[in-house]
Structures are given as C-alpha cells and as structure tokens.
C-alpha cells in the first residue's frame, strides 16, 4: 500500500528531486497516519464494546447464571482495555492531558533517547569488526565487476560521467581556473631541469648507439643531396651569397672549384656511412660525449639553460599561451562532451569493461581491492567512530518534543495498538478465569 500511495501521488509544480522527495515523505506520512488512527479507532472501539457487553450482562444477570460469565468477561475486558491504553499514551503524551507523574517518556527523555541512541548504534552497529565482517560478506569488488560487465551499465556509467563532467566544467570560474592552471604550467615548466633530463636522454640514446644512426641518416641525405649537380650549383650559389663575394674572378673560382668541392665532399659523407670504424664516427663519439657531461656537469652551461628557460617564460607571448590553456583545453571538452556520442564517454566506457574483465578474471585483484576496501572502511571507523553517536545525538536534539514523539508514534504507534487489543481480549479472558474458578469454589 505505501508503494501504491508513491505511485499514485500527484506531484503538480515540482521539479526539484529534493521536493519530490519531501512530497512523497508528506505522503508516506500521511498514509502512516490514516493507519494509526484506523487501529486507534479499533481499539477504542473494543473497549466500547466490552462497556456495552457489561451493561447488557448487568441488566439481565438475574435472568440466567450465564450473564454473570458474560458481565465478569466484560468488566475485566474494560479494566484491561484501560489500562494498556494508559500504558500506550502515557510513553508519548499525559493521558488526558493529566501530567500524571512518570507520563509523556519520550518527551520528557528526548536528549537521553538520543545519546543513548547514539552510543547504542556505536556500540552494536558501527564497529570495527562488524564493518569488516559485511565487506567480506557483501564482495564489493565482486559486485562492482558483475555490474560493470552487465548490458549497458558502462556506457550508462560513461555517459553519466560525461554529464556531471560537463556540469562540472560549466559551473567553474573560468578566470580563477585560467589563472590556476597558467600557475600550475608556469611552474611546473620552471622546476623541469633542462639540463640534466637532456642529458640523461642522450645518455639513454648514446648508450643504444642512436646517434650513430642520426649520423648515418644526415650523412645519407647530405651524400645524395650533394650527388645532384641542380643542388651542386644551388649550393654553390648559396655559399657566394653566404660569403659574400664581390669580386668577378673570386666568384668565377668559386662557382669553378665549388661543385667540385661538394662532390668530394658527397664522397667524405658516404664513406663515413659505409666505414662502420671510420675515425670520423670516433671524433662525433666524442663530441656527443662532450656535450652531454657539459649538459649534466658544467655549471655555467646549466646557468645559461635556465636563465634562458626563465626568460622563456617570462616572454608576454608564452605567458599569453599559457593563459589561454584553459580555455582551450575547456572549449574543446565542452565541444566533445555536447555531442550525443561523446568520446569522453566512450573512452570511460571502454575503461570501465575493461575494469570490469579485470575483477571478473584475477581473483588475486578482488581480494586486494576487497582488503584496501575493508582496510579504509575499519580506519574510518575507528577515527570517526564517537562522530557517529554525536551526530545521532545533534540530530535529534535539533527535533522538538512533539515532532520527536510524532516521528515515533508514526513509527511504532499502530504496532503499540494491538497491545491495547490484547489487553481487552486478555483482560477479559483472565477475568472470566477468575469468575469462574471463584464460582467453583463457592
């Protein structure tokens, strides 16, 4: 029933999940009370009854024996009935409005209700080894495989992501991300070590013999370059220029001994890449060699780089670049992140099946994510476990009497009426014990 009173209910207006959800509270409410009332009415209207059996008993008890049965039924039946409903109203109001002494408890006992509440839950629930024992039972990363493995739940969960991220990026500050980000580039850039990275790659590249093989392609495109006699007399050409060459016989020389000059040079250049040991590869070793110790070791060539580097960065146009990082970088998510398909998602999509055949395949994975799920949650409660009673604690006490014993009688008040009913039928049935074994005796 009170899942058919959340589907029926009517929510004109509303659009907010909060309101909604304060709707269907109201509702739920509502429906409780109806209830409560419905078993109160009941109830009462046993105790109505066993007064009118009572009654009836009495007037005709001189007309047979059986009446005297009947009426000591009624009479303790009513007694009974009286009594648990004092019991019943006395936990949550004075009954009648008589503030009889020891009535209204829960009223009269909110706060130590909800400090007992609190450190109740702290106690029995909230515990280190209770915590750890439902992890267990509850295989989380089992779970968590299971569902992302299942039709549809990854590309739900990647376009999910891509949603809140995109509601994400559009409630940011774009001049204090800007700014953020510009600082972060700005100096990260400035603390990266120039010197000592490129020389650990030349290092790396020296070690694996990759500058004889730049050696090797710079002197087989320099060999063929010079071999064509059109680049010949290009170059030739260039070096007049270059040299700057006025006069006429000069420039006749020149343009005379240079192509001969470049075809023996083309010559030196293939010779050197067919001569594996050639002396030439030996004086680049130690060139190579030279500059990267001056890149790692030498001071002054790691003051001129950052020097350099900082005036780099100081430059109005790299500083410009760099301020404009995040609008890019946020322009091109949004672009990607409004498509029906984006490819952010498809990419969380794809990481989350793959995540999910992890889980489903190596045991030793599940175990591990299930013990640093179980490791975090016993530190958690163990650091924040005397938070739990004080929130329970706070929570309540911002409750006012009346809505404190209204939350409780909605909770348990229709329970509590059956007691009420017991109490008149058993009532009755002990007072008719009694008529009778007092007529046995005499």
């Known amino acids: 029933m009170q899942a058919a009173a959340r589907q029926t209910a009517r929510l004109p207006g509303m659009q907010s999940p909060t309101e909604i959800q304060q709707h269907l509270d109201s509702v739920e409410d509502a429906f409780r009370r109806a209830r409560l009332r419905a078993m109160q ?10 007064f009118a059996v009572f009654c009836l008993a009495r007037s005709l008890s001189g007309l047979h024996p059986a009446w005297g049965y009947v009426e000591a039924f009624a009479e303790a039946a009513m007694v009974g009935a009286v009594a648990d409903w004092f019991a019943v109203v ?8 008589i503030p009889v002494w020891h009535t ?41 495989g299971a569902w992302l493995l299942a039709p549809g739940h990854a590309a739900q969960l990647g376009h999910a992501t891509a ?20 600082d972060a580039a700005a100096g990260q850039l400035a603390r990266f070590d120039i010197s000592a990275n490129a020389g650990q790659l030349l290092d790396l590249l020296v070690a694996e013999g990759k500058h004889q093989q730049l050696l090797n392609s710079v002197l087989h495109s320099l060999g063929d370059y010079l071999s064509e006699e059109t680049n010949q007399q290009q170059a030739t050409d260039f070096l007049i220029a270059a040299f700057g060459v006025e006069n006429v016989l000069y420039k006749v020389g020149t343009a005379a001994i240079g192509p001969r000059a470049l075809r023996s040079l083309s010559r030196s250049a293939h010779e050197v890449l067919e001569d594996p040991a050639h002396p030439a590869r030996e004086r680049f070793n130690g060139w190579v060699q030279n500059f990267v110790l001056h890149l790692k070791d030498d001071p002054q060539w790691r003051e001129f780089i ?9 430059n109005e ?8 990082l995040w609008g890019r970088v946020k322009a091109r998510l949004l672009d990607d992140l409004g498509r029906d398909d984006p490819a952010m998602a498809r990419q969380i999509s794809v990481l989350a099946r793959k995540v999910g055949q992890a889980l489903a395949q190596d045991a030793r994975l599940v175990e591990g994510l299930n013990g640093a799920i179980e490791s975090g949650s016993v530190l958690l409660v163990r650091n924040y476990r005397g ?43 002990v007072g008719l014990a009694i008529y009778s074994v007092t007529r046995l005796l005499g």
């Open 90 to 97: 006395a936990l949550f109001r004075h009954p009648l409005g």
């Open 306 to 314: 950052v020097r350099h580097q900082q005036d780099t960065l100081a």
């Open 41 to 50: 009415r009941v109830a009462g209207g046993l105790l109505l009854l066993a």
């Open 163 to 182: 949603k809140a991220l995109k509601a994400l990026l559009n409630a940011l500050d774009d001049p204090s991300m800007s700014q953020l980000l510009k």
């Open 387 to 429: 938070e739990v009673g004080h929130f329970i604690e706070a929570k309540l006490a911002q409750w006012t009497r009346e809505e404190m014993t209204d939350r409780i009688e909605l909770a348990i008040g229709r329970d509590l009426q059956f007691i009420r009913i017991n109490g008149t039928l058993v009532g009755g049935l």
């Open 317 to 324: 146009r790299v500083q410009a670049l760099l301020g404009g």
């Open 104 to 144: 209204a408890i829960i009223a009269n006992s909110k706060d130590d209700i909800g400090r007992n509440l609190g450190q109740f839950v702290e106690s029995y629930f909230v515990t280190e080894e209770g915590i750890a024992q439902r992890i267990r039972q509850a295989n989380p990363a089992g779970l968590l």
